[in-house]
């Protein structure tokens, strides 16, 4: 096991970043020479080894790929085998942006599931807020549990979008704060549902944890 260092970590992440963006550029410009020629370069090859071949875009994306998936490879496995040290470094609120920026799943432990809750319905308010998920019938559950006079002033939902905005921002408001309170109550908890979740992603074998683990690792502190 290579020992930990984030300088080490970042220069990994750097390349996959790096080679990554040049297979994008390369997908949307097959005509541009100078991204044939970085390619050649992080490769250590000449130049302008592309240069003249048959299908040069082709065998480009290809080499690319191997390189990629190659330093991705090894990206993977250092973070894996370096995990706790990595852990060792985080504080309460990158505990936290790693527990918000994963898929998380219930663990039949009540204070995490608890918290795992609300950090779905969070995201679903802001799915809602940005106008994607089902509107309506986030409107639907929410006004079949109101009191008769707002069931009746929704009937003119289809035809008033001003009232329809308003309820929703109302909905959306209130439902955020609850699971922002949940969030916060269990602030104490965070490492230890970093913890929870690691666990799982080992019975999973689930590589998103580790990778997005480290990309946190490495993140500026604002």
Excluded: C
């Excluded at 410009?29 to 991204?35: V, Y």
């Amino acid at each position: 096991m290579v020992k930990y260092d984030v300088g080490t970590l970042r220069k990994k992440y750097g390349v996959v970043e790096d080679i990554s963006g040049t297979l994008e550029t390369l997908a949307k410009d097959s005509t541009n020479p100078n991204t044939f020629m970085q390619l050649a370069e992080t490769l250590g090859r000449p130049q302008n080894f592309y240069h003249g071949l048959t299908n040069p875009t082709l065998t480009a994306r290809q080499d690319g790929e191997v390189y990629r998936k190659t330093k991705l490879s090894d990206l993977e496995a250092y973070v894996t085998s370096n995990t706790d040290q990595i852990l060792e470094t985080f504080d309460d609120k990158k505990s936290l942006d790693l527990l918000l920026s994963l898929n998380l799943e219930k663990a039949g432990i009540p204070e995490y599931d608890e918290f795992v809750a609300a950090v779905q319905k969070q995201k679903e308010i802001m799915q809602l807020a940005e106008g994607q998920g089902d509107i309506e019938t986030y409107l639907a559950k929410n006004l079949s549990s109101e009191e008769d006079w707002r069931q009746t002033a929704a009937s003119i939902l289809n035809v008033n979008e001003s009232y329809k905005t308003a309820l929703l921002q109302g909905y959306l408001a209130r439902d955020s704060k609850k699971s922002s309170d949940v969030i916060k109550k269990y602030s104490p908890n965070f490492k230890e549902f970093v913890e929870i979740t690691k666990r799982k992603a080992e019975e999973k074998g689930d590589k998103n944890f580790y990778l997005t683990m480290g990309k946190i690792a490495i993140a500026k502190k604002k």
